[in-house]
């Protein structure tokens, strides 16, 4: 019984046995900065947890008490333009991640979610960054294509005398199709509609240039 009670103790004082397993990184751009979203094997707390950016652009991430699934976090992690590259040093205490930054940050807060195996960093930019991003954006605005009706403002009553004289076309065109099967000779129904046809065509396409169409 005792040799049992003895292994069961040092079962437990085994290193990383009670170490939090940091499994999986999000990472969210944000208007000022990043959010890197931490997703652990339960929750931790904020004695627990250290951060800073280095002078050469790395901000550096330590987690006590905790150790990284190197596998997952890297299969996880999806590099972006500010946020390229993640590195991972595990010891027996703590878990240090490192993410290479290409902004210089202004602040960073470290907020674990109470009751939740979720840690997340807010990454702010300098305000210097932000307004040379935004100056550059307005320099270069996107050029939204025009539409042709947005060019060409077609009034209503065109519309309506153009539709009237198709009709009026078509009308007289069969009617005169129909008047020249049942006498000789061709009337004038015919030339009269085929003529107002062609008329209204070459006018709509031509002359006018509208964009509409029913």
């Not at 299969?75 to 590195?87: G, H, K, N, V």
């Not at 153009?162 to 006498?183: E, F, K, M, P, Q």
């Not at 000789?184 to 062609?198: A, C, K, Y």
Request: glycine share 4%; hydrophobic share 40%.
């Amino acid at each position: 019984m005792k040799s049992l009670l003895t292994c069961l103790l040092l079962i437990h004082l085994l290193p990383g046995q009670s170490l939090n397993t940091i499994r999986a990184v999000e990472l969210s751009p944000k208007v000022n900065g990043y959010f890197i979203r931490l997703t652990l094997s339960r929750p931790i707390q904020s004695q627990d947890l250290a951060g800073w950016q280095a002078d050469n652009q790395w901000f550096y991430l330590t987690l006590f008490q905790c150790q990284a699934d190197t596998t997952s976090l890297l299969r996880s992690f999806q590099p972006t333009r500010e946020i390229d590259r993640l590195d991972i040093v595990n010891s027996s205490e703590s878990a240090q991640l490192a993410f290479r930054l290409h902004t210089q940050i202004d602040d960073f807060d470290l907020l674990p979610e109470p009751q939740s195996p979720v840690l997340n960093v807010a990454l702010r930019f300098q305000r210097g960054d932000l307004l040379a991003a935004l100056e550059q954006e307005k320099a270069s605005p996107v050029q939204t294509p025009k539409s042709p009706s947005s060019e060409t403002v077609v009034s209503p009553l065109y519309l309506r005398v153009r539709s009237v004289s198709y009709l009026t076309g078509v009308s007289l065109t069969i009617a005169g199709i129909l008047a020249s099967d049942n006498a000789p000779g061709v009337s004038w129904e015919l030339p009269t509609g085929v003529s107002i046809l062609g008329l209204t065509y070459i006018y709509d396409h031509f002359i006018h240039r509208s964009p509409a169409r029913d």
